[in-house]
């Protein structure tokens, strides 16, 4: 299967710098990417682990089917719509474009508090995956696991952020792998929208009140709602990198209040249904980076929730990849590498930071013509704006590969 999406791109772009194998100096615009800042002050327990070139990071991306569907046209064969945040205009990282919620892991997500809330056995299963990536598997000194550390923080985050709480009252099942937003119901109720507010500021300044707010509420993380769904870290030509933990979690409907955005880094907060997201990147309406690109375009895949968390609930029992791409700087562009493609060096140092792209004596599409196995996005020059993604590898652990946007559009056109 060969896949190939070309689109427009209008994010802001940092300084890609290299020297093509003929000697000749080149500086290249291209897109910057990757997982939203939200930087805070190191602390004692993260200080603990290995010190990174990199922060560890944790996103979700929640899909929910709308009580009232009215889409219609192509994006009507999709059932559901993705929580999409969008970032401030004046953000030094990123600005205005669309991601979804997350950030970096705080040491009041791996506190030992949280085993006070949850039951004894209640996380047995989330910490007993094969086949994932460090981020997943570090030993931290916190007798929380850093898997469900992880998952508190794309849950603390995502109400931080937009307002919406990922949470499970403590007398309710455990691990129902869907999100149940009625399932709060009285206890979110009895908390006013000034209130919630408030408890907003209170957890974005210091992260251990969300303890607190869970203990007010008589409920716990969602973490059973969170499955794994990938792993971007940002590639070696930033100078500041994440390793993000990018998770899945499956509504059994969009929420009925209304949620509202940070003000802060984030302005808006949307619901978009997958199709209409992609289609509005093209077309220059919606501003996405190239994770949010890739995974939507995996989830396009799926037409209905159902099929989409069904999917994910058993696929990741295989494991999780890591991606971390490579930048090669062609003759009339840069050619993003993900693990598979032909140009991809197994074997590169990924420690390092604010690199020069790796320069080839190619333009970009004698070097797709001369690999065989495809997996990147490419950057056309004189602008830097065209975005493609090209892939015709098998995905590992079972993942499915972006879709063909050309042909997938072409499809529903004709159903």
């Not at 899909?63 to 009215?70: G, L, Q, V, W």
């Not at 990849?321 to 840069?334: C, T």
Request: glycine share 4%; hydrophobic share 35%.
């Amino acid at each position: 299967m060969h896949v190939e999406v070309t689109f427009k791109n209008n994010l802001p772009s940092t300084v890609c710098r290299g020297k093509h194998m003929h000697g000749k100096s080149s500086e290249i615009n291209w897109p910057q990417r990757m997982h939203r800042q939200f930087v805070r002050t190191s602390s004692s327990v993260l200080n603990q682990c290995n010190p990174k070139p990199w922060k560890d990071a944790a996103t979700v991306i929640i899909a929910a089917r709308p009580s009232t569907f009215k889409i219609r046209g192509p994006a009507s064969v999709i059932d559901y719509s993705l929580l999409m945040l969008k970032r401030n205009t004046g953000s030094s990282f990123l600005p205005d474009s669309y991601v979804f919620p997350g950030g970096v892991i705080d040491d009041g997500d791996l506190s030992s508090e949280w085993l006070q809330l949850f039951k004894p056995d209640d996380l047995l299963g989330l910490n007993s995956r094969i086949n994932l990536p460090p981020i997943y598997t570090t030993n931290r000194a916190s007798s929380v696991p850093n898997n469900v550390a992880l998952r508190i923080c794309a849950i603390r985050e995502t109400f931080e952020e937009s307002g919406l709480l990922l949470v499970k009252p403590n007398d309710s099942p455990v691990r129902e792998g869907v999100a149940k937003f009625n399932a709060m119901g009285p206890r979110v109720t009895d908390v006013s929208l000034a209130e919630l507010v408030e408890w907003r500021k209170r957890v974005r300044q210091n992260a251990f009140e969300f303890i607190n707010l869970c203990r007010l509420l008589e409920c716990v993380p969602n973490v059973w709602a969170l499955s794994e769904w990938s792993n971007w870290l940002t590639p070696t030509v930033a100078r500041r990198r994440y390793d993000t933990a990018f998770f899945l979690c499956c509504m059994d409907q969009v929420p009925d209040t209304k949620m509202t955005p940070d003000d802060r880094e984030i302005i808006k907060s949307a619901w978009i249904n997958p199709y209409t997201a992609i289609e509005m990147k093209m077309s220059g309406k919606l501003s996405l980076v190239e994770p949010q690109i890739y995974e939507i375009l995996r989830i396009l895949n799926f037409d209905r929730v159902s099929n989409l968390y069904r999917f994910n609930r058993k696929r990741s029992e295989m494991g999780t990849e890591r991606f971390v791409a490579q930048k090669l700087l062609a003759k009339n562009g840069i050619i993003s590498t993900l693990p598979g493609d032909s140009s991809y060096d197994n074997n590169y140092d990924n420690s390092l930071v604010d690199t020069d792209c790796i320069p080839i004596d190619d333009t970009i599409e004698e070097n797709c013509r001369n690999n065989e196995y495809l997996h990147r996005a490419i950057y056309h020059q004189p602008d830097g704006n065209t975005l493609g993604i090209m892939c015709n590898i098998t995905q590992r652990y079972g993942h499915v590969s972006p879709v063909d946007w050309k042909n997938f559009v072409l499809s529903q056109a004709g159903d």
